[in-house]
Nanobody
Framework: QVQLVESGGGLAQAGGSVMLTCDFS????????MGWFRQAPEQRRVYVAR????????EYSPSAEGRFTITRNNVDKRLYLKMTNLKPEDTAVYYC???????????????WGQGTQVTVSA
């Protein structure tokens, strides 16, 4: 059974920072790659950042590169997304996703959290 629970969203001003957290649990095998996706109103869900099962490899979308940092703690079973220098266009619901294997290339997988809203004001 898989459970993903996001938290940490809310209101922020442009130029500010937000830290998102995803508490995850899974009963199958060992760690797998994970990632963050986001969906703005009336837009499709898109990839933001992803991380390998060990945490050694990270990848970012062009819009996230240099501003966001994805990390994970496999002991505590938590995935993080540190978002800095926020822009109004970062406003979206952010989702945690579990990959289908250890490589970031296996994302997106089938399992999603319920999402957490981030709203950035100008």
């Amino acid at each position: 059974q898989v459970q993903l629970v996001e938290s940490g969203g809310g209101l922020a001003q442009a130029g500010g920072s937000v830290m998102l957290t995803c508490d995850f649990s899974a009963t199958f095998g060992g760690p797998v790659a994970m990632g963050w996706f986001r969906q703005a109103p009336e837009q499709r869900r898109v990839y933001v950042a992803r991380i390998s099962a060990s945490g050694a490899l990270t990848e970012y979308s062009p819009s996230a590169e240099g501003r966001f940092t994805i990390t994970r703690n496999n002991v505590d079973k938590r995935l993080y997304l540190k978002m800095t220098n926020l822009k109004p266009e970062d406003t979206a619901v952010y989702y945690c996703n579990l990959g289908r294997g250890t490589s970031p290339g296996t994302l997106p997988g089938s399992y999603w959290g319920q999402g957490t809203q981030v709203t950035v004001s100008a």
